[in-house]
């Protein structure tokens, strides 16, 4: 079937465009920008049509934790976010690092979720760091990336291997810098408002000293690798320093740290909990001009379901993360209407640049690119309530928050899988 959009506010992150136009689509393809009316019309009222958002780190409860989150809850709140694909991780309960255990997350996926699912495997067998997994039947068994999430491999000589072979392979690495050490149990960033609150914390300087370790790493052995959740101002030198060198690296920010600093976590609230911990507003306004300025690659939404027992704890024992699929896009539009970045930037960072690094198709809105595509209205207010999403946990830290953008339909290969029947 046939079906163009018109009247469409298209945002382009490859051309880096914004304008009014229209676009066709018909076997689950583009196949068509601004070529008349074809099929089934929709009219879009002059709202953004962008390509959808691929959302990489994505934590789902299944197999182990599925009263957090389910595959067919968090797919539920990824289509309702405009996210057509999720790449998920693999700390799960067991930790996917079997082709067994992808199997079973891949067909799973397939079975209950509306949008595209991708899985990245553990780097090492139980992300214990000691021995890495059989990569080449991971790869062959479905996986497109190989990380150990916040479990950091001590022992440089088996990160250095792991990364050896995966450059054969042609694997990527995602990893999570900080040192293990200094980050033990801290539970915010350190500082004044830290000491004045009690909370134990850490210095930035963490992850600037995990960061400078990997990346002598990755230029060691070659190893195209990602940084997935870089946070303060610290780490920005050595990232492009590595960038300038010529070393296969990447970054991602999540949109927690590009929205919300220390302070939000005022009198202990648990919510605003999230790993790493939030940052000062200079390091927050560091991340977002580093966004701007494509240092920064990605922005995830670090999606991390925690049931209501794992949050409703002393500050320093409660869980970290935070649910933002369907946070993600809305939280984002704050950047643009502070004037910080716009909408074609900060699709490069949302939707290209991850389907780029990740080697997945979409983030583009040309000619014979999927057809996974996002309408929303940038402008619309509304208030969060955290009882509405559709994520089984509602761990969300902008509960009860005043937010502009609203997602009124999504398609994944020519299908609707959000929205109503009009625009």
Known sequence: MTTTFTNARLINPETGTDEIGSLTIEGGLITGVNEGDAGDVIDCGGKCLAPGIVDIGVKIGEPGERHKESFRTAGLAAAAGGVTTMVIRPDTTPAVDTPE???????????????????????????????????????DAGAIAFTDCDHVVTDNKVYSRAMTY?????????????????????????????????LPAVSPQAERMGLERDLVLAEMTGVAY??????????????????????????????????????????????????????SEDDRLAMVEAVASGLIDIISSMHTPQDEESKRLPFEEAASGAVAL?????????????GLVDLPTLWRALSLNPARRFNLPGGELTVGAPADLVLFDPDAPFLLDRFKLNSKSKNTPFDGARMEGKVLGTWVAGERVFGGDDA
């Open 326 to 338: 369907e946070t993600l896009l809305p939280a984002a539009m704050r950047l643009v209407h502070a």
């Open 166 to 198: 995966a450059r054969s392979l042609r694997a990527l690495i995602i990893g999570h810098p900080q040192d293990p050490q200094l980050s033990k149990g801290a539970a915010v960033t350190s500082g004044k408002f830290a000491s004045l609150r009690g």
């Open 101 to 139: 255990t992808l199997s079973f997350v891949t067909r799973r996926a397939g079975q209950v979720t509306p949008v595209n699912v991708h899985s990245m495997g553990a780097l090492t067998k139980g992300r214990e760091g000691r021995e890495m997994v059989e990569m080449g039947f991971m790869l």
């Open 226 to 279: 990602h940084a997935d959740s870089l946070s303060t101002a610290k780490s920005l030198p050595a990232l492009e320093r590595a960038k300038a060198a010529g070393v296969d690296v990447s970054a991602g920010v999540n949109i927690h740290h590009l929205t919300l600093n220390e302070l939000d976590v005022g009198d202990y609230r648990t919510f605003f909990k999230v790993k790493p911990p939030l940052r």
